[in-house]
């Protein structure tokens, strides 16, 4: 995974160094809610560790700040099951750095570059219909929404819970 540099971000493969920052992120209540559910946890520290391990064989982006070098999200590319070469993306942002432009520069940035090296088709993202600051954000993007999808999550919180879809297509 390459590195990518915008004017305020530094964008890199997640890194087992970056474990403090991301369980800052995932264990606050909000954030976790607007991502499943599944609140983090240091109380099982052997369960925490492998699921960094995990992490760090992933294609995730660690959004990190230049001028201080801290990790405040991070992006996420999963493989996408399409007619066409896809992804699946997701991003978390820590609650201390929203509504500051950092998650659309820094999504902006990963989808033009998978656009501009041809690494990539199309783009797809699903959101609960309740964050509403993810789907302005989604929106904001150029992202077409594409339907909603019945009880396609098991919330961990709420149960069967809907997503909402949306793609964007490189030649569209």
């Known amino acids: 995974m390459d590195r990518i540099e915008t004017e305020r971000l530094i964008l890199r493969q997640f890194e087992f160094s970056d474990k403090d920052d991301l369980f800052e992120i995932m264990s606050d209540e909000q ?3 607007d991502d499943g559910g599944y609140h ?3 109380s099982q520290d052997k369960q925490y560790l492998a699921l960094m391990e995990i992490l760090c064989r992933q294609q995730r ?3 990190i700040l230049k001028d201080n070098q801290k990790m405040i999200g991070m992006i996420n590319l999963q493989d996408d099951d399409r007619a066409v070469s896809s992804y699946e993306l997701g991003f978390v942002m820590n609650p201390n750095y929203r509504r500051k432009g950092y998650t659309y520069e820094a999504v902006q940035a990963v989808i033009d570059y998978y656009f501009e090296h041809n690494l990539v088709q199309m783009f797809s993202v699903s959101c609960f219909p309740y964050n ?3 789907l ?3 929106e904001k993007l150029g992202f ?3 339907g909603k999808e019945h009880k396609g999550l098991n919330h961990a919180v709420y149960g ?3 997503l909402l879809c949306y793609y964007k297509d490189k030649d569209e």
């Open 160 to 162: 069967p819970i809907d």
């Open 31 to 33: 954030t976790s809610l």
């Open 136 to 138: 302005k954000l989604i």
């Open 61 to 63: 982006f660690s959004i």
């Open 144 to 146: 077409v929404y594409e």
């Open 132 to 134: 509403k600051a993810s």
């Open 40 to 42: 983090a946890s240091k």
